[in-house]
Every structure is written in structure tokens, then in C-alpha cells.
């Protein structure tokens, strides 16, 4: 078991999934049929993370957060309100984390690959809002990336869910 890096996608499918539950201790995850940032794997991997008493946690950078909010009609929609979102930014449960955007992450940064080839041999670059939760995962240790880009799943020694 380790550490789960969101994408703004599964990031937006996670706290769509919190304040959909009417109790904030009682949360269980489960696969997002529509979308499908969250599988049945990575949803039960999610929950381990929620029941490991704070031994493993589920991160976003704190770019995931203003994607979010740049995107917000796209990805968000009505699933719920910027007053929830502002909520769980004040007081994220014990097995949340917001990574920080700073030099410590620099190294990291400089470890992902400015282009990757995409299954079908296309090389295409990586964009940099991408390499930064790609260096989030890498900054943490053994973490895995949950997303479902096809670019990110192109990384070395990136383990993606």
C-alpha cells in the first residue's frame, strides 16, 4: 500500500463522491461508472487509504485544486458547490493531503520527460500541468498516480492507476 496522487479528474470524482455522503466519517468509495477516473481498484485502494489511520494518504497539488477551478463547468459542474470545495480546503480529512508547488519539487519536476510516444508511436509532449502531478507522484515515495491520461500512463517509472 502507498500513497494515491489525484489528477484534477479523479481529484474532482473523489470530492464528488465526499459530499455526496451524508456523513463525513462514513465515506466509501466506489467506481465511477460515467467517467471512469475511478475503477474498482483504485476505489478500493482509496478506501484502504481512508482506514489506514493516517498511515497512507490521497494527494492533489495544489495545481489539481486550480485546474479545478479553471475547469470548473467542465469537470464540475453541479456535483457540488465552491462552498463545499472551500470546506474541505479548511479542514481536509486526516487522509487528505494538498502537496505544495515549491523547489523541493523541482528535482522531481526535472525527472519527467518533456515528450513521451504514445502507444500508436506518436510522440507528443507532455504538458506542464501534467509533469507537475507526475512530479508529485515521483516526490512521494513508491505514490502511485491515479489518472486516465494516456501521456501520463507514458512516463518512466511512473506506476499510474
Known amino acids: ?3 494515491l ?4 479528474g479523479a481529484l474532482a470524482e ?3 463522491q465526499i459530499f455526496a455522503c ?3 466519517d462514513s465515506i466509501h468509495f466506489h467506481s465511477d461508472t460515467e467517467k471512469k477516473f475511478i475503477t474498482d481498484r483504485v476505489a478500493a485502494l482509496m478506501n484502504r487509504v481512508v482506514h489506514s489511520h493516517g498511515q497512507f494518504v490521497m494527494v492533489a ?4 485544486f486550480v485546474e ?3 475547469k470548473w463547468e467542465e469537470i464540475v459542474n453541479t456535483r457540488f458547490h465552491p462552498r463545499q470545495l472551500a470546506a474541505f480546503l479548511s479542514d481536509p480529512p486526516d487522509w487528505f493531503a494538498v502537496a505544495a508547488i ?5 528535482p522531481y519536476l526535472c525527472a519527467v520527460p518533456a515528450k513521451v510516444i504514445l502507444p500508436n508511436g506518436k510522440v507528443t509532449p507532455v504538458e506542464w500541468t501534467d509533469a507537475i502531478h507526475a512530479a508529485t507522484a515521483y516526490s512521494r515515495s513508491q505514490a502511485r498516480l491515479v ?7 507514458q512516463i518512466p517509472n511512473l506506476v499510474v492507476y
Not at 496522487?5 to 484534477?8: A, G, K, P
Open 5 to 8: 496522487v489525484l489528477d484534477v
Open 1 to 3: 500500500m502507498t500513497d
Open 102 to 106: 515549491d523547489r523541493e519539487l523541482i
Open 68 to 70: 479545478l477551478a479553471n
Open 14 to 16: 473523489m470530492l464528488a
Open 61 to 64: 497539488s495544489a495545481l489539481a
Open 147 to 153: 489518472t486516465t491520461d494516456s501521456k501520463l500512463r
Open 22 to 24: 451524508p456523513e463525513r
